[in-house]
Nanobody
Framework: VQLQASGGGLVHTGDSLRLSCAAS????????MAWFRQAPGKEREFVAS?????????KYAESVKGRFTISRDNAKNTAYLQMINLKPEDTAVYYC??????????????????WGQGTQVTVSS
């Protein structure tokens, strides 16, 4: 399985972006999906995750609750991260990740075996 993240860019505080994560398989429904981010000099941190069906409504880091929404379209083999009201502290490289599991794994990077290449999000003040 290969993941391709896209949709990053340079935006201003308060703007919105939608990241996409396209998978190279037609069986995305067997994978739980997640987004992580890594800012310069910091460890990779959990942002959001969603189980195989999307029925769990997504799990979120406290720092993004109410601003970010994770979703998926299994028919398109794609997961998304809608980000609104972006802040400078959201600046990071965003990575999508997958694990073959019907339920969302623990929100830590080591739980996920499959990673995309990352897409840069820069929020200017």
């Amino acid at each position: 399985v290969q993941l391709q993240a896209s949709g990053g860019g340079l935006v201003h505080t308060g703007d919105s972006l939608r990241l996409s994560c396209a998978a190279s398989v037609r069986t995305l429904y067997v994978y739980s999906m997640a987004w992580f981010r890594q800012a310069p000099g910091k460890e990779r941190e959990f942002v959001a995750s969603i189980n195989w069906s999307g029925g769990n409504g997504g799990k979120y880091a406290e720092s993004v609750k109410g601003r970010f929404t994770i979703s998926r379209d299994n028919a398109k083999n794609t997961a998304y991260l809608q980000m609104i009201n972006l802040k400078p502290e959201d600046t990071a490289v965003y990575y999508c990740a997958a694990k073959q599991s019907p339920t969302s794994p623990l929100p830590v990077a080591r739980e996920y075996a499959i990673w995309g290449q990352g897409t840069q999000v820069t929020v200017s003040s």
